[in-house]
Structure formats: structure tokens, C-alpha cells
């Protein structure tokens, strides 16, 4: 293992072990390369049979049921104890930009029916300034045939670039996200207000969520390359 993935294994463990709440009964479990580990920690405890995890889309789900944890839906429990989730770039007020693995708007929303908030990451993921380390831009969940409008708008605000995702050789077309619509990648370069660029972009017809995380997290944890862990808190 290397010093970066091990790393994240202790930054997942201790992100688990410090912030657990002894008497969960829901747990949302994120997706990312540092979510492997948390999903292998909390399945290691010894009351996995007491809570229920709410996946974030298709890998989380997989993550809860490779790791011997019961498996729900925010449907049946849209009341959540703790969550745990990665991200693609964090500020040091702890907002986010998340999406870059198209799950943005089930990774929100069971952040946002979390008592708490837990991101687990890896060095490269800090930022002094949202969009100075994730240069590929706000990932942005629309309805399929809003994407020429939307990019439109987007410009309109402010947006020196903006991609219609691909799905890559995988795939002709776009990226279909797990609710069936298309994403949008809008590069807004340094954002320093990132909630005033979140209610903008959600204000237009035909986004569904954006990849702006805001006061939502309570605390990060980032494995560090030299095999330390660090962390932030709000």
C-alpha cells in the first residue's frame, strides 16, 4: 500500500472512530477512494446490526453490502444520524465542491438529512479557494433537455467554460446520472462566494443540485502524503 493510500486508511479510521455515535441507528456512507475505508471500518464494529447505512449511489451501495452492513434507503429513513462522504476539492471553511463521480445530488441530499457531516479525503483535495484545485468546474445535475439553456445561463453568470459531460469511450453520449439526467461541468474559476453561486446557479430552470457543498460538514479529515493525518473543523 502506498503512503498516500494508507494515508487515507488512517484518516478514514479516525474519521470513524472519533465521530461513530455509539447509539446510530442511520448512517449515510458516501462514495470515493477514502469512503473504501470507512465503509471497512464501520463494518468492523461490532453492532453493525444495530444501524442501517443509506447509500449515495450505485458504489456506496456496493461498499454497504461488501462490507456485511444492512443496507436502507433515504426513503424508508430520511432522518440520518452521521454521514460520511468524500470530496473532489475543500475549502478551509469546510464548503465543497463535490460531483466529480456524477452522484452529486444523492451525496447532498443525504448530507443534508445528517445530523452530522463527515468528509474524508485525501491532501490534494485542500484548497485555500474552491475551483483553484478542481479545474474541471462545478459539477451541475440538470434535466436532460435544459442543457442548451442551461449552459446559456450559466455563461450568462459568469462561467468561462462549460461541458456537457461525456460518458468517454464507455460510452457514446452523455453521462446519465443514477435519476437519469445529464451533468454539466461550469468553470467559474476561484469562487469566493460559494453559496452565493450555489443559489444563483440552483435559481435557473432546469438545474436540479449543483456541486457546491456548503455549511454543511462539520469536520474533514485528509490523509496526508507524508502517511499523517490532518483535519479542519468549522
Given at each position: ?37 470507512v465503509a471497512e471500518r464501520i463494518g468492523q464494529l461490532d453492532n453493525k446490526s444495530d444501524f442501517v447505512c443509506i447509500p449515495t449511489g450505485f ?69 485555500e479557494v474552491l475551483g483553484r484545485q478542481w479545474t474541471q468546474g462545478i459539477p451541475i445535475e440538470i434535466v436532460p433537455n435544459a442543457y442548451a ?86
Amino acid at each position: 500500500m502506498s503512503s498516500v493510500e494508507s494515508a487515507k486508511k488512517l484518516a478514514a479510521y479516525r474519521a470513524v472512530d472519533e465521530n461513530f455515535p455509539p447509539a446510530a441507528k442511520v448512517v449515510g456512507i458516501g462514495s470515493g477512494s477514502t469512503v473504501i475505508y470507512v465503509a471497512e471500518r464501520i463494518g468492523q464494529l461490532d453492532n453493525k446490526s444495530d444501524f442501517v447505512c443509506i447509500p449515495t449511489g450505485f458504489q456506496s451501495q456496493q461498499l454497504i453490502i461488501d462490507n456485511g452492513l444492512r443496507l436502507g434507503t433515504i426513503e424508508q429513513f430520511p432522518h440520518i444520524d452521521i454521514a460520511f462522504d468524500g470530496a473532489d476539492e475543500v475549502a478551509p471553511n469546510l464548503d465543497c465542491i463535490k460531483g466529480g463521480g456524477a452522484c452529486l445530488f444523492q451525496e447532498k441530499l443525504v448530507a443534508a438529512a445528517a445530523d452530522k457531516f463527515i468528509v474524508v479525503a485525501d491532501y490534494r483535495k485542500k484548497s485555500e479557494v474552491l475551483g483553484r484545485q478542481w479545474t474541471q468546474g462545478i459539477p451541475i445535475e440538470i434535466v436532460p433537455n435544459a442543457y442548451a439553456k442551461v449552459i446559456n445561463d450559466l455563461k450568462k453568470l459568469g462561467a468561462k467554460k462549460v461541458d456537457l459531460r461525456s460518458g468517454g469511450k464507455a460510452k457514446a453520449g452523455p453521462v446519465i446520472t443514477d435519476n437519469h439526467n445529464f451533468l454539466l461541468d461550469a468553470d467559474f474559476g476561484d469562487v469566493k462566494d460559494a453559496k452565493k453561486l450555489h443559489d444563483e446557479i440552483k435559481a435557473l430552470v432546469g438545474v436540479v443540485e449543483t456541486g457546491l457543498f456548503t455549511d454543511l460538514a462539520q469536520k474533514a479529515y485528509f490523509g496526508e502524503e507524508n502517511g499523517e493525518v490532518s483535519t479542519w473543523t468549522k
